[in-house]
């Protein structure tokens, strides 16, 4: 029987082989990929002597770009925050620092050195994030490569391969190398919709041979992108054996982690800040000249026709503000405990998004074993509850390093490690790693752990929006409210990134501006 | 359009100690309750009943069984009070007051009623509880917390712990109600009685 395939089906196929880098590849040159847009900075104009008043609400990083952008600009801005710290989930653990958990209080007990320190919140800035990397230029903040993808890292399946880790440059070249085969064989055959010409065919032949690296009878016997079992260097190298692809099948790897590192914000080179992301905050603080209240929680937001009253606590009083403008970047989950005069609808909208429950843990490890393992940075993967386990790229043949021992993407295994007290936490973590190198817990030191779910005046990391939730919700929580703007990560497509807590803000104040520029030049203005 | 700006928190507020802001991080300013943290209103709670349930926290009672994730959120909170923290939370619970929670359930409060023929006998006719019994006021709780209550005791994912006398009790009653609907009915009535704790 005759099969034909459509250009779609054929992408995917493709994709199947060779990943979305192929996709990409293919797509890329097919010309329907969008261009990255330029940067979206608003552009705010000064507002000389006509007084604005702007209460930001949380000191996290929409909220200090908000007020470090406005009071240039010329507004009054008052930035009110209920934790004792600035920063939001932007927070760099290290030697002594307190982790302010409800109910499990805990001290970081790192050693004191400039490379041991945990990015517990985000961690990564890709080079599209041209938000953040646009303040990192403007405060001088020096950055270095982060290594988040390495393939002499682990994929641990508890499922496949007897539970065995097994190199991501193995799993990763043999299941291209399988693939390839495959589809060899479907293009010799020609089975399409549109057959291929008798030009794309051996084009695309090649393309199976080079990218799984077949032999010349078009057969996957191994390859040396997997590494050399032995020798390579002064003795010929012999091929590893190749996995079993039965196996390989069986493993979870392929269905998401394989390509994950390919994915716009994950793929290398990302960057850091050197020392800690903290930097980024410690900069804002530098140059904003707005106050910014600490330990200053809020209990009521009341929106007005000309403007929002807010009021909140601050060491035992309480005091009542009123701003032309509010920006808000509580979280959504920790309003509906806050009192508002919010619409029915506007309410709802920010009900119905799901508070996430992302949560890390942190190791100071005696000896940086895993260089002795040719691993320097990236993740290994796991189907344990810890899901993934980073080598720290900075700090390299030194002494120790900070190694992220757990970082749940599932909000069941965030929820699981929020249940723990945090000693229990570090145990289990240690015990799942060593599914990956064995003999692991003989190298910790201490640990810590951030359940964001369980943070205090935080309570959860991301929102959880659905593609549902999107087309219902969205515009009505990115547009304001009367006078009141909800911004942070939380009102971006980049839930959990600083970047879209960046975007977020710029659109609020590009919204401010627009109707503080037609305020005071139009009739309004005079009467 | 932004008439009837509701700030109750404006009219009698209690500001918290600060050592105990954060139980208002979960339950809410004035502790009125925040439904997308699943923490109930406790706001005039009365102080010998937050008292009992912070022990039956503490000493795992509530809060350490499998199923009782809520209860596993606030066990740690529990823990890390001393005794005398927890008189101290106990007066600042019950001095704190906001308004009676939106009702959520639709459930038939007339066969709901009937239900809680078997209720009144500790929990009192308008549901303002008996201290001397132990049963605490039911009015002014969401009535979204009590039905989780509900099937926590009838399944026992609360009250099964030795030595949770008070536990045990509620236990034996809730297996009266045989159903989900008989809970969402009975839990439908209580939230149609006259709240006392709020005079």
Not at chain 1, 138 to 152: A, G, H, S
Request: proline letters at 4%; a negative charge; aromatic letters at 10%.
């Amino acid at each position: 029987m005759q099969k034909n395939y459509s250009r779609r089906h054929f992408l995917n196929l493709v994709g199947a082989a060779g990943g979305s880098t192929a996709i990409y590849q293919t797509s890329l040159a097919l010309g329907l990929l969008p261009e990255t847009g330029p940067l979206a900075l608003a552009d705010i104009q000064k507002i000389g002597g006509h007084r604005k008043k702007v209460l930001i609400l949380g000191a996290g990083i929409s909220g200090l770009a908000s007020a470090y952008e406005l009071e240039r600009a010329g507004y009054d801005c008052t930035v009110i925050e209920a934790s004792k710290r600035i920063g939001g989930r932007n927070l760099t653990l290290r030697s002594g620092d307190h982790v302010d958990e409800l109910g499990y209080d805990q001290v970081c007990n790192f050693d004191d050195d400039p490379n041991l320190y945990f990015n517990a919140g985000p961690a990564r800035i890709p080079g599209h994030h041209k938000h953040v990397l646009h303040y990192c230029r403007e405060f001088k903040i020096p950055l270095e490569t982060y290594v988040n993808d390495n393939r002499n890292a682990y994929t641990q399946d508890s499922k496949a391969f007897a539970g065995r880790p097994v190199r991501i440059r193995e799993y990763m070249t043999d299941a291209r190398g399988f693939l390839s085969e495959l589809l060899h064989k479907a293009v010799n055959k020609n089975d399409f919709e549109q057959p291929l010409s008798d030009e794309d065919k051996e084009r695309m032949l090649q393309f199976a041979t080079v990218y799984g690296d077949l032999d010349t009878n078009a057969i996957y016997k191994g390859s040396s992108r997997a590494g050399f079992k032995h020798g390579g260097f002064v003795e010929h190298g012999e091929l590893k054996g190749v996995l079993d692809f039965s196996e390989l099948l069986k493993s979870n790897f392929w269905r998401y982690r394989m390509h994950w590192a390919e994915g716009e914000d994950q793929a290398m080179p990302v960057l850091q800040p050197v020392g800690g992301m903290d930097n980024i905050i410690k900069g804002f603080v530098r140059h904003i000249r707005s106050p910014i209240l600490t330990n200053a929680q809020v209990q009521s937001i009341t929106l007005r026709q000309d403007g929002v009253d807010v009021v909140y606590n601050q060491n035992g009083k309480r005091n009542k503000l009123s701003g032309d403008f509010c920006m808000n970047s509580i979280p959504h989950h920790l309003l509906s405990g806050i009192y508002n005069n919010f619409p029915k609808d506007y309410a709802a909208a920010l009900a119905s998004i799901e508070r996430g429950h992302l949560c890390k843990i942190a190791l100071q490890m005696k000896e940086r074993f895993w260089e002795r393992d040719n691993i320097y940075g990236g993740i290994s993967w796991t189907t344990q509850p810890i899901e993934q386990i980073w080598y720290p790229p900075h700090g390299i043949h030194s002494e120790k390093g900070i190694m992220l021992g757990a970082y749940t993407f599932r909000p069941e295994n965030g929820r699981f490690f929020e249940r723990l007290s945090p000693d229990d936490r570090i145990k289990a973590a240690i015990e799942q790693g060593e599914k990956i190198h064995p003999g692991y817990g003989d190298y910790v030191d201490c640990g810590v752990s951030v359940p964001w779910g369980r943070m205090n005046h935080i309570m959860g990391c991301n929102a959880r929006w659905s593609e549902e939730l999107f087309r219902t919700s969205f515009d009505r929580l990115l547009n304001p409210e009367g006078r009141h703007y909800m911004m942070g990560d939380q009102i971006s497509y980049h839930s959990g990134w600083q970047e879209g807590a960046l975007s977020s803000a710029h659109h609020a104040m590009a919204d401010i501006n627009e109707r503080v520029q037609a305020e005071i030049s139009g009739p309004t203005a005079l009467g | 359009m932004f008439c009837g700006a509701s700030s109750h928190a404006d009219e009698s507020p209690v500001i918290p100690p600060d050592e105990y802001v954060f139980c208002t991080v979960c339950h809410g300013v004035q502790l009125k309750g925040n439904p997308l943290i699943e923490a109930p209103r406790i706001s005039r709670m009365e102080a010998w009943y937050v008292e009992r349930q912070l022990h039956a926290f503490k000493k795992g009672w509530r809060g350490r069984h499998e199923r009782d994730l809520n209860g596993m959120e606030m066990r740690p909170m529990a823990t890390s009070l001393s005794n005398d923290d927890i008189d101290a939370v106990a007066a600042y619970v019950r001095s704190v007051d906001s308004e009676r929670p939106a009702k959520t359930v639709q459930g038939n409060a007339a066969i709901g009623r009937a239900h809680y023929a078997s209720c009144v006998e500790c929990h009192g006719e308008n549901g303002e509880g008996k201290e001397a019994l132990g049963a605490p006021s039911l009015t002014g709780v969401n009535d979204w917390y009590l039905i989780t209550q509900l099937k926590n005791f009838r399944d026992g994912t609360r009250g099964g712990s030795a030595g949770d006398n008070y536990g045990a009790q509620m236990r034996a009653a809730a297996q009266i109600l045989t159903n989900d609907q008989a809970i969402f009915d009975v839990v439908s009535y209580v939230s149609t009685l006259p709240s006392k704790q709020e005079k």
